[in-house]
């Protein structure tokens, strides 16, 4: 079974601070892991995602994220946060089935969420 | 359709109806995700379905729920009996298929829905 833990529900930061949100994952099999953005009102946004390869990965918006199996972390960073990045951040976990040839359903497991808020 | 459509986008019940929650797919899309948001808690899987077979149903909280698939595009979630813990936001995702590069799932604006 897999679990994910975002540390911090709430993170606050000024307008063109870098924003840090922490992720740690649990997983007996390599992750695949992905970072979501929920405005009010809407659905879930994809804002990026990490399968193989490179480790460190750039997403929309300016955002981008770092796997390290060391740390089995995976946390989000932006280097200046605007007023548009207010939102719900969720990070989750899918797992690939090992020798399903390259296939998995796809069940994702969130964390809890981390609640963005942006001041001038 | 351009993006996953949820319908409908808010319901109120009172505690003992049932209730049909119904999501519109990306057309061509051949997997469907349900999930359950509650209030001050993370996504939970509830059930997946590839085409219109449903392989993996261990997510539905109880006998109540049940989902099914027609025309391998629209999904209907059925909740029986509402209980007031029934009470969150219900997503629905869908994705090309199930191969890495194809699961990107895609998310509806869900639906919020209330049991007084």
């Known amino acids: 079974a897999q679990s994910v833990t975002q540390l911090g529900s709430h993170v606050s930061v000024s307008e063109g601070a870098l924003v840090l949100l922490r992720c740690n994952y649990s997983s007996s099999v390599p992750p695949y892991l992905f970072w979501y953005v929920q405005y009010p009102n809407q659905g879930l946004q994809l804002l990026l995602k990490y399968t193989t390869g490179a480790t460190l990965v750039k997403g929309i918006n300016g955002f981008e994220a770092e796997f390290k199996k060391s740390e089995t972390s995976f946390h989000l960073t932006k280097p200046s946060a605007h007023m548009s990045d207010a939102a719900e951040y969720f990070c989750a976990v899918s797992v690939h089935p090992i020798g399903a040839g390259g296939t998995s359903y796809g069940k994702l497991t969130f964390g809890q969420g981390t609640i963005l808020t942006v001041h001038p | 359709g351009a993006g996953v459509s949820q319908s409908p986008s808010n319901k109120v019940t009172e505690k003992g109806k049932d209730v049909e929650l119904r999501c519109d797919p990306i057309s061509g899309h051949t997997a469907l995700y349900w999930y359950r948001q509650r209030l001050g808690q993370g996504l939970e899987f509830l059930i997946y379905?590839?085409?219109?077979?449903?392989?993996?149903k261990s997510g539905l909280p109880s006998d109540r729920f049940s989902a099914e698939r027609t025309g391998e595009s629209v999904s209907t979630l059925t909740i029986q009996r509402t209980q007031q813990e029934d009470s969150a936001v219900y997503l629905c995702?869908?994705?090309?298929?199930?191969?890495?590069?194809?699961?990107?799932?895609?998310f509806g604006a869900g639906t919020r829905l209330s049991v007084l």
């Open positions: 995702a869908s994705s090309l298929g199930f191969t890495v590069a194809k699961n990107i799932q895609y």
């Open positions: 379905f590839q085409g219109n077979s449903a392989p993996d």
